[in-house]
């Protein structure tokens, strides 16, 4: 066992090799269940907060769980043996409907979840860092990020966000 984040324990992973099994593919708006699901977990990282029915129906989650191409929202899913083991999306929210990395109308804010099964394998490095990839590709000048105190997003080793980590929001810049 391994204590987690909040002294949980949770079981050792599974090992590293798992990581490089994994496949890689474009998030698609279709996939609203995936991002409920995965909304949901997002906030779980620290013990049961809210529930299913807060993530479909209260405005504060349900931005995140829609992916809209046409508004320039885009993600990466992981997958390891037909299995989805976390995704990474980022969504243009507008001021009206603002979440809670909200930095600006042209600034993709950036959700991140990993399953239980496959977490501390590296699997959400390598979903940040294709979803970096992604809004780099697109031309964006930053990405920003909401992280509550405690989360592993701070950490030594990550990809460097700065911005107003006193709110919680991070902020990172693209080349």
Known sequence: MVVGPCGRRTPRPLGVRA??????????????AL?????????????????????????????????IAERGDFGVVAEIDGEVAGVAWAVFLPITDAGYGFVDEQTPELSL???????????????????????????????????????????????????AEADGVMLRRLP
């Open 19 to 32: 990581v490089h099994a994994a496949h890689f593919r474009p998030l698609s708006g279709s996939e609203t």
């Open 35 to 67: 991002l409920e699901f995965a909304t949901l977990g997002t906030t779980k990282w620290c013990g049961e907060r809210i529930t299913p029915d807060d993530v479909r129906t209260k405005p504060e989650y349900t931005h995140y769980t829609r992916l």
């Open 113 to 163: 979840w990993a399953s239980a099964d496959h977490r501390r394998l590296g699997i959400g490095r390598k979903l940040l860092y294709a979803l970096i990839a992604e809004a780099t590709a697109r031309s964006r000048a930053q990405i920003s990020l909401s992280v509550e105190a405690g989360n592993h997003a701070k950490r030594k080793g990550s990809p460097r966000f700065r911005g």
